[in-house]
């Protein structure tokens, strides 16, 4: 059983690989109906498929492709012409097979579909047109020989177990003769191609003869698993009455017969029509050995492939890291090179495994193409248009998972551009067009995405029309239409509930396509942009990454905190200083040449303490998704870097403007921006850009003795410490010490003293006073925090220095203690009067 | 002289089952400090213990949730169990961990403020949580009673169960 079901799976499949090539074969026929190497093409699929299915026994399956290869046969002789009715026939006829074929797969049988009808056409048309005398000649002849033996088997097999031994010793005897009368026609059918009768030459056989061949010999194969089935059933009867004798002895009789023939035969056979198809593969491709290079693989080891290699990624990113840290540390030791070394060709494999294991999961963008010419076929008919679909770029290759969801959205776009955007012939040659509309379907690479274009030269879109109909459905209200743009008024189309057309049909006008178009390709990190120009047409372009699972990302910075934001999304940023932001009906806007941008800041949406000063200028981060735009102000653009998107988990899952995290190359996890949910949520964040914290102004509060004042003291020598402390203790505030910067900004941060000055050493290790000092500087709350810095450097240099980190004195060792103590009073306005 | 056989064999059997049944009868919990009660988890749904590490802070979140961490690759929620039974935050200190537990394929850290011991407590020991609290929604599994102390068992998939 477990031999059948692995034949049945290669049999579905084959079947439903040929079939895709099927449709867009078919329809190219209507437009070339004389193209004998196309209706050969398409000959072959059905007898493959007939053949393949009788094989396994599914006869309603066999029965319908029998006849669609007849009529298919006649046209192929040219003895029947292919016109838009007897297309139609053929193409009803497929997709019946289809159906078929997928009931195979789901249910393991052919059965429940009614496929009577569609064979009476298939014969009515081929009878109505033809020769007659030409059609049974190929046709009904073979037909005869599988048919009856299916019958008789299922007859057969019912019976045998009420069966008693005379009648199995009949039924035993009528196969023979069966058998005998078949061993008769063979030779008779052999006696045309006598010469070839060892090792027959299939090259050299007409098509028609290696029909006949392929005919007979699954006329026998059928005959022969009914014998085998009919002698089983014998045996196990006899074998339960007694144990060797009478009725045993004829099963060895034709027993030979049956175990003998099917080993010449079954090799045999299945060269016959491999040789037929590699022929035609060769054709095609331009090289028959490509075919026996290829191997199935379960797509689920890949995807396990593509997450070791995105630990892999991590892991090189940490190494990199790690490399950068090291080479500070150890500048101009001879193992670095080395290191160097290794660390290159680690990332330089890395990179390339990724792209060999990610270039494993593509596929050809044609696998969705192909069911195009089909559809355009079927809606040009429907909506008496006439529309030619024009394909390039069908090579084209993109990750699977991305074929997947690309194809509804792209079913949607083109019926839409059938419906809406075509017109009919009369207001087309009215308008001086040409009679006949093109759309064109366009893929090709750009960068890391797939640009994948749909452009019609239909009637295009009306941003005024647009923009009444979506007050009219109150989509938008009036104000938000004035200050439309052309380009976000096109976007119109995708939003729920929207539809142009003025009656609904059956192709579109619900109001729901175009919506679901924009949700699948946001959720492919994907762009729309569309173009259109009224009476020309209208063009769609839709961006996408080439693969989901490890991105490129460009990492922003916001107070303390870092993001991640897809680079498929980013379409540039910009410097800006806070000037250029203007604030319209509270929301903040800027302009981007000549484009008005809204403009929302990363922290407003993610809740960031703004800690930090707020700066006079900001980065903008022109976000792209789909048909809109936003700018993302954020304090600090960190770089480009590859990431592995990894899950927050059950715990975690679905948090808005988050899309996933990422592992860092210094061990700490980064959160990945969601672009489509923040420009949701970026629609109701209340707008602070601008605005500075209110906090900070009511920190210091009320001194009302001296104790409440507090100084800290950060020096690497005890000494000075000791010094410093002896010299400021007498005026009664709390003091606190620190022996180097690190450890000073670690006290300032944990906030258990608010403290008003710090006595700041300039050499500390660590890290020293003038980046304590920039540090410091750095955050919003610390602005009045008076800095001193009290070293024994004296150059002007280092005094600069000191100022520009943000010094407010600097005293030069050795000092007097009253001086010092003057100093600090003096800046932190200490009241005598206390 | 077979049947004096049996009866040994079978004495042993009795002596067998009977040290399984005391097995079965003690549970193994780890013990932790939380604000100023000794809370418990059982042994086994404890992935690992680990001293402090930097985790990443996520918006949109309630503010027990402190953010996630990368436990050697794995992304987790880190999850403050005094805010999360409404005490009062502290800064970590010294003897703060985070305990790493799971149960099934959820799995979260949990910052405690310091870790006690491993308890064996046999099962009579342990009684049901103080009727005044609601079953439901109790993260209370039991109270375990020692010498001189008492211990609050807690329940790791209530724990680990989203609630917001």
């Known amino acids: 059983m477990d031999e059948f079901q692995e034949i049945l799976q290669d049999f579905l499949v084959e079947s439903f690989e040929l079939i895709e090539q099927l449709d867009q074969d078919l329809v190219e026929l209507e437009s070339r109906p004389d193209d004998l190497d196309l209706l050969n093409r398409i000959f072959r699929v059905a007898h493959t498929i007939k053949g393949a299915s009788s094989f396994l026994n599914f006869d309603v399956l066999t029965h319908l492709t029998h006849h669609m290869e007849n009529l298919l046969n006649m046209a192929r002789h040219g003895d029947l012409v292919i016109d838009a009715d007897v297309m139609d026939v053929i193409l009803e006829s497929i997709d019946l097979m289809k159906a078929l074929l997928g009931r195979i797969r789901d249910c393991g049988e052919d059965s429940g579909l009614e496929v009577e009808p569609c064979v009476l056409r298939l014969d009515a048309v081929a009878n109505g047109t033809a020769i007659p005398s030409s059609a049974p000649a190929v046709a009904p002849a073979p037909e005869p020989v599988p048919e009856p033996v299916v019958q008789n088997v299922s007859e057969e097999e019912a019976d045998y177990s009420g069966m008693s031994e005379e009648e199995v010793e009949a039924e035993i005897e009528r196969l023979i003769a069966v058998r005998q009368a078949e061993d008769a026609a063979k030779r008779a059918n052999k006696a045309p191609s006598a010469s070839s009768e060892e090792e027959p030459d299939y090259s050299g056989m007409s098509e028609e003869e290696v029909e006949a061949e392929i005919e007979r010999l699954i006329a026998i194969r059928q005959a022969e698993d009914a014998a085998k089935r009919s002698n089983k059933a014998a045996t196990n009867e006899s074998e339960e009455k007694k144990p060797e004798p009478v009725a045993s002895a004829p099963v060895p009789v034709s027993a030979p017969v049956v175990v003998a023939k099917p080993e010449p035969i079954a090799p045999k056979a299945a060269p016959a029509p491999r040789k037929v198809e590699s022929k035609d593969e060769g054709e095609g491709r331009g090289g028959a050995s490509a075919v026996e290079q290829t191997i199935r693989v379960d797509v689920k080891r890949l995807d396990h492939l593509m997450n070791l290699i995105g630990e892999l990624v991590l892991g090189k990113n940490r190494l990199i890291k790690i490399n950068d840290d090291v080479e500070e540390?150890?500048?101009?030791?001879?193992?670095?090179?080395?290191?160097?070394?290794?660390?290159?060709?680690?990332?330089?494999?890395?990179?390339?495994?990724?792209?060999?294991?990610?270039?494993?999961?593509?596929?050809?963008?044609?696998?969705?193409?192909?069911?195009?010419?089909?559809?355009?076929?079927?809606?040009?008919?429907?909506?008496?248009?006439?529309?030619?679909?024009?394909?390039?770029?069908?090579?084209?290759?993109?990750?699977?998972?991305?074929?997947?969801?690309?194809?509804?959205?792209?079913?949607?776009?083109?019926?839409?551009?059938?419906?809406?955007?075509?017109?009919?012939?009369?207001?087309?040659?009215?308008?001086?067009?040409?009679?006949?509309?093109?759309i064109q379907l366009k893929a090709y690479h750009e960068g890391n995405h797939i640009v994948i274009q749909i452009i019609d030269d239909g009637k295009g879109l009306d941003a005024e029309m647009l923009k009444l109909k979506s007050i009219e459905k109150g989509i938008i209200t009036e104000k938000e239409a004035d200050t439309m743009s052309e380009k976000e008024a096109f976007g119109l189309i995708f939003r729920p509930g929207f539809s142009t057309a003025a009656q609904v049909t059956s192709v579109s006008g619900r109001g729901v396509g175009m919506d679901v178009v924009k949700t699948n390709i946001e959720k492919l990190n994907g762009m729309i942009d569309i173009d259109s120009e009224v009476g020309r047409g209208t063009s769609m372009k839709l961006k996408i990454p080439l693969t989901l699972a490890i991105i490129q990302a460009l990492l922003v910075g916001v107070q303390e905190e870092y993001y991640a934001i897809p680079l498929a999304s980013v379409l540039e940023t910009v410097r800006i200083s806070k000037d250029e932001i203007y604030t319209v009906e509270n929301r903040s806007v800027m302009r981007l040449r000549d484009e008005v941008l809204s403009l929302v800041h990363i922290g407003d949406i993610f809740e960031v303490e703004r800690v930090f000063d707020n700066s006079e200028h900001a980065y903008v981060v022109v976000l792209g998704l789909a048909e809109s735009k936003i700018g993302l102000i954020v304090d600090s653009l960190v770089g480009q870097e590859e990431i592995v998107i990894k899950s927050l988990g059950e715990y975690l899952k679905g948090i808005d403007g988050i899309a996933g995290a990422t592992i860092r190359g210094d061990g700490g996890v980064t959160l990945i921006v969601d672009v489509a949910a923040l420009m949701q949520m970026a629609k109701s964040v209340k707008s602070t850009v601008g605005q500075e914290s209110a906090e900070s102004k009511n920190r210091s509060g009320a001194k009302n003795s001296a104790s409440d004042y507090c100084v800290m003291i950060v020096d690497d020598s005890k000494t000075d410490r000791t010094i410093m402390r002896k010299s400021i203790e007498p005026m009664g505030i709390t003091i606190v010490e620190a022996t180097d910067g690190v450890e000073a900004l670690n006290i300032l941060k944990q906030g258990d003293h608010n403290f008003d000055g710090m006595l700041i050493d300039i050499e500390m290790p660590r890290m020293d006073g003038y980046t304590l000092a920039a540090e410091i500087k750095k955050y919003n709350k610390y602005k009045n925090l008076a800095l001193i810095a009290v070293t024994s450097r004296t150059g002007k240099a280092d005094r600069m220095r000191g100022v520009e980190s943000g010094m407010v004195e600097y005293i030069t060792k050795p000092y007097s203690p009253e001086y010092l103590m003057s100093v600090v009073k003096r800046n932190i306005k200490f009241n005598e009067g206390l | 002289m077979s049947e004096k056989l049996q009866q040994i064999i079978n004495k042993q059997h009795k002596t067998l089952s009977g040290d399984d049944v005391k097995i079965d009868e003690v549970i193994q919990l780890v013990g932790f400090i939380v604000g100023d009660e000794e809370f418990s988890v059982p042994i086994l749904s404890i992935q690992e213990i680990i001293k402090p590490i930097s985790w990443t802070r996520v918006p949109q979140t309630p503010?027990?949730?402190?953010?996630?961490?990368?436990?050697?690759?794995?992304?987790?929620?880190?999850?403050?169990?005094?805010?999360?039974?409404?005490?009062?935050?502290?800064?970590?200190?010294?003897?703060?961990?985070?305990?790493?537990?799971?149960?099934?394929?959820?799995?979260?850290?949990?910052?405690?403020?310091?870790?006690?011991?491993?308890?064996?407590?046999?099962?009579?020991?342990?009684?049901?949580?103080?009727?005044?609290?609601?079953?439901?929604?109790?993260?209370?599994?039991?109270?375990?009673?020692?010498?001189?102390?008492?211990?609050?068992?807690?329940?790791?998939?209530?724990?680990?169960?989203?609630?917001?």
């Open chain 1, 329 to 438: 540390r150890y500048e101009g030791e001879a193992f670095l090179e080395e290191l160097n070394q290794v660390v290159s060709i680690v990332s330089l494999v890395t990179t390339d495994l990724q792209i060999a294991v990610m270039k494993t999961r593509m596929l050809p963008i044609g696998k969705v193409f192909n069911k195009f010419p089909r559809m355009i076929r079927d809606l040009s008919r429907e909506l008496n248009k006439k529309i030619e679909l024009e394909i390039t770029g069908e090579e084209t290759e993109l990750d699977k998972s991305i074929v997947e969801e690309i194809g509804d959205p792209l079913v949607h776009i083109i019926r839409n551009s059938c419906d809406h955007g075509i017109e009919t012939p009369e207001i087309r040659l009215a308008a001086g067009k040409e009679e006949m509309g093109t």
């Open chain 2, 63 to 164: 503010n027990y949730i402190l953010g996630v961490f990368n436990l050697r690759g794995a992304v987790i929620p880190l999850i403050d169990l005094r805010s999360r039974f409404g005490l009062e935050t502290i800064k970590h200190t010294e003897e703060t961990r985070f305990i790493v537990m799971k149960n099934g394929d959820d799995v979260a850290g949990f910052v405690i403020d310091r870790l006690t011991e491993a308890i064996r407590l046999p099962k009579k020991d342990v009684g049901p949580a103080p009727d005044t609290i609601n079953e439901e929604d109790s993260m209370i599994d039991g109270v375990g009673k020692q010498s001189d102390r008492i211990i609050t068992i807690l329940k790791v998939d209530k724990l680990l169960e989203r609630n917001f």
